[in-house]
Structures are given as structure tokens and as C-alpha cells.
């Protein structure tokens, strides 16, 4: 196999969307969601993230990153005014609409209407998820946590509520996402579908994994 | 569809490893690699971890979450006290040596050899690469943000070189990880392999997204 590397100072020279598409790859596949948040006046942003991470499960969180200077700044203003922001699983069903989320529409403008996306909300709290989405998380912005070094924003948030479809939750609590049809990400606009390997027991040192059919 | 729901009250309730199955697959799939580190004695260490983001192009940086009570504690120290580390993509042909990667091994045992992966050196380097990895990144080390809400710890680095197969790089840099066979994570067990759906044209207001076959 012919291989072709890149050391820094080549990395450096490369045409900057070249770059971009490249560094971008070599973390591997990205997950996607769309973050839909609504601002004082009660209009709707939605904004599609590659980011999101777990970061813990007791008490139950997650981060993303933000850069100040793209369309999710309106994303980033909106969970700063109202301290709440909906996740939204991105699947094959719906891709083409959350990419479409990307384009930079005006702060006035509902992207849920644009992107032909529809908003639900949950008794009790005005942030809107996509009622398409079949696995829904409501978050409670906790901290937001400056990269200095790039300028870039790490938003941390509480998980407050979650939802999925019963079929695609087993025993154990593990949520089958190929049952939900949950996309990833590649690079800066590839989207690819998932289907399982197999689920591995905890590994120990010096004992076979086992495997279990997913 | 019938539709399971959560609050925060009953995610609190939930028994911890069905809360961590549950929270860790909120996010979506996540990213699998390799880090391979070296500590000061020349002992080789592997971890794998699932929270590996971009987070910018120019410098080219990407970061990843440590817990400070893991396994990967010998990869945070070891990466403290080389300044440099390694990133292997995940993919089908060895994701079961990967898994194997998150057993507790002592830190006097080469991890490479448990696991039955082998090292592989850039000249001039130290820090191991896995051989067997189509996709390697040399990552230099620039910044630790603690995460003070949880004790969790971001790791940020910058990447000095990268390589990958000839054949899986596109002509705008684009790589084809499913060229390479990239694998993706679920929750905290499950490995799902990955195919590809289409690449998207940048999105703009009110035009239509142009579809490219991957």
C-alpha cells in the first residue's frame, strides 16, 4: 500500500480549504447533531455541530465547540441569553436538512422553516428540539471553557432530560443507534451510515474478550 | 414509535453502569483511536480513547478528553512527560486489539505486546505509532485545560505530521475513511463499521445542495 504523509511545515503550505478538509479527517468520523436553540424574542436557531463529546456520566454532561467567528455564533448567543439548547441526533432521514443548517441565514430568520425542519418543545421549557429527531437531549449550559490557544469556546452542558424510541434502548441502557439510523460525519461535508461490528465484554488483562451480536 | 423518556431525576436514580451505557450514547458514535505514548524508562503505552475533536485547521490542533482516574492515566502522564503522542485511527482489522487497549495493565507492561499490535517509529521520534493503523497523526502537546467541573481534563495538541493511504486521499484533501476502513464507537462497548451516504455542497441560503457520490 502506497503511503503519503504530510510533516508540519507541508501541512503549512497546503491551500487552506485543502487543509481544512484534510486536518479535518484525521481525527476519523465525527458525530452530528443539530443544536436548536431560540433567543429573546423567541426565535428559532438550529445549527448543526460535529463536536459534541461525552465528558461524564455522574453528574451526566457533554461538550462541544464553538467558534466565535461561523453561523453558530447565533447558536452561542442564544445559550448564553437563555441558558438551555437542545441536541438532535442527526439520521439518515434527515441529513440533507441538517446540512443545510450550515448556510448563513440571517439572525431573523426561523432555520427550522429554511431547512424544512419541524420544532417540538417539552412542557415546561421554550428551547426547541427537531421533532424528527428520534433521539433528543434537553441541556442546561453549565460553563463555558475558552481555548485560549485558537480562540475557540468548549460549551459545557447538564443533560437534563433525553428521549429515544423504546425499541432502540436495550436492558442494559445501551442505545442501539444503528436501530435509529444515527449518521456520522466525515471531513467537512461527508456523511456516512453505520452498521454494527459487535458489542466486547470489559476487557481484563490476560482474558479473551468475548463478543456479543449488536 | 413508542417513545422511552428520561428526567434528570430518573437518570440520577438509574444503577451507574446502565447510566453510563445510556449518557455515553447520547452524543452520537464516536471517534475511535489509538494513542500510543512512551515514558521515560522506554515503556511503550496504548489507550484507547473515543473523545478525540478537531478544533482547528490553522494551527492544525485537535484535542481529547483524560480522566484523571482511568487507564489513561499512564498516557496523561507519559504525554506530560514527553511533550509528544500519538494518534492511530481505529478500523476493522483491529478493533478488538484496540478494545483490549482499555484493560488495566501495569505500568511496567508493554502494551503494544499485550495487545498484540506492534510499534512503529517516525525517525527521529520516539513515541510509538501502531504499525497496523492506516491513519497516524504525531501530535505535539500545547495545552492541558482542566475541566473543573468534573476533574476531566482536556488534552490539546498540535499535529506535526500525518499519513494515511495514498489511494484513501482525494484530490482536495478530502480522506475517504471508509477507504481505510475507519470504525466508529457506541456508548462505551460497541463498534460499528461505516459507509458512505454522499458529500454535500457548501450550503447557502435559498440554493440547493448539490449531492457528490463518495
Not at 138 to 152: A, Q
Request: hydrophobic share 35%.
Amino acid at each position: 500500500m502506497k503511503i503519503k504523509s504530510f510533516d508540519r511545515a507541508q501541512i503549512e503550505e497546503l491551500e487552506s480549504r485543502y487543509r481544512a478538509r484534510l486536518i479535518n479527517s484525521l481525527s476519523g468520523y465525527k458525530s452530528l447533531n443539530l443544536v436548536g436553540t431560540v433567543d429573546g424574542e423567541n426565535i428559532n436557531n438550529l445549527a448543526i455541530f460535529s463536536s459534541v463529546i461525552h465528558i461524564g456520566s455522574n453528574p451526566p454532561m457533554q461538550a462541544m465547540i464553538s467558534r466565535p467567528d461561523t453561523v453558530a455564533r447565533h447558536t452561542l448567543d442564544n445559550i448564553k441569553e437563555i441558558g438551555y439548547y437542545t441536541l438532535n441526533q442527526v439520521h439518515e432521514g434527515i441529513y440533507e436538512e441538517a446540512h443545510q443548517a450550515s448556510a448563513k441565514y440571517d439572525r431573523n430568520e426561523d432555520e427550522f422553516k429554511k431547512v424544512g425542519l419541524t420544532p417540538w418543545k417539552l412542557e415546561g421549557h421554550n428551547v426547541p428540539f427537531v421533532r424528527e429527531a428520534h433521539i433528543k437531549t434537553l441541556m442546561k449550559l453549565k460553563e463555558i471553557v475558552p481555548i485560549n490557544i485558537n480562540g475557540t469556546l468548549m460549551i459545557i452542558g447538564e443533560i437534563m432530560w433525553c428521549s429515544m424510541p423504546e425499541k432502540a434502548l436495550m436492558e442494559d441502557g445501551y442505545i442501539h443507534l444503528s436501530e435509529t439510523k444515527t449518521v456520522v460525519g466525515g471531513s467537512l461535508d461527508g456523511y456516512y451510515k453505520v452498521s454494527p461490528l459487535s458489542r466486547l465484554s470489559y476487557a481484563k488483562p490476560n482474558e479473551k474478550l468475548k463478543k456479543t451480536k449488536l
